[in-house]
């Protein structure tokens, strides 16, 4: 599996609470970078903020990447990237779904929600020992009763789409991210808001080298939202 989909360490579970706890557990223990854990079944799944992410059994992918940036990301910029590297994966694997991301790095057709991306950093010292960068993707479904009013699988758009498929051009983008600079490049933030999705009444302005959004509000004030939670 690790050689098939391009990185030095597959871990695999048919079922587990969250794969970023795992994740955590491997770094702690001194796991390489770009070591991968990937579930079934998560039975306490989280999003950001605490809130609880849905993830069937085989319903879709469900997994952590264990990173060791070299430059320590500035504010949001490295769930940015995986955002885009997660849109990026997908129109390669699954051509037939044109997917937008929602601020700050939703995976979105139509304003329903096929995905999310979640980064866990730990330090020690000061220092950014590790990042768990998590990403969950509804590939066959099924949804859960839950969010079946905001969420949707990607089997909707393409009934072709396979989970190896994803994960065979979603890994290697992944790992790549742990050689990144700090901030975003110009060429990130100019892709990132070409492809970002924003709820109708909202004027987009830029998008800032730490990730955070300039919006200019309705009263003609421009915001900074950095806010990801
Ligand atoms: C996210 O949070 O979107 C980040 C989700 C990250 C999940 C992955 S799965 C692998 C790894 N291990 C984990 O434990 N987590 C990561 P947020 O933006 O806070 O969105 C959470 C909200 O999305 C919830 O409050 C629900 O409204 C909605 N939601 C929950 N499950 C969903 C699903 N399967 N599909 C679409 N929306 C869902």
Known sequence: ??????????????????????????????????????????????????????????????????????????????????????RSALSEAVPGARVSLKWPNDIVHAERKLGGVLCEARWTGGRLGWVA???????????????????????????????????????????ALADRPAELAEAERAEYLERLWTPPGEKVVGVDPDGALRVRAADGRLVRRTDAA
């Open 1 to 86: 599996m690790a050689r098939r989909v391009g990185a030095p360490r597959v871990v695999l579970e048919a079922s587990v609470g969250s794969t970023q706890d795992l994740a955590h557990a491997l770094g702690s223990q001194g796991a390489e970078s770009g070591t991968i854990v990937l579930a079934d079944e998560q039975t306490a799944g989280r999003g950001r903020a605490g809130r609880p992410w849905s993830s069937p059994p085989g319903a879709g992918i469900w997994l952590s990447a264990l990173l060791r940036p070299g430059a320590t990301p500035v504010g949001g910029a490295l769930a940015i990237r995986a955002g885009l590297a997660v």
């Open 133 to 175: 960068v998590g990403v969950g993707l509804n590939v066959h479904g099924p949804i859960a009763p839950s969010v079946a009013g905001t969420a949707m699988a990607l089997a909707e758009l393409d009934a072709g789409v396979s989970r190896l498929g994803v994960l065979e051009a979603l890994v290697p983008r992944l790992v």
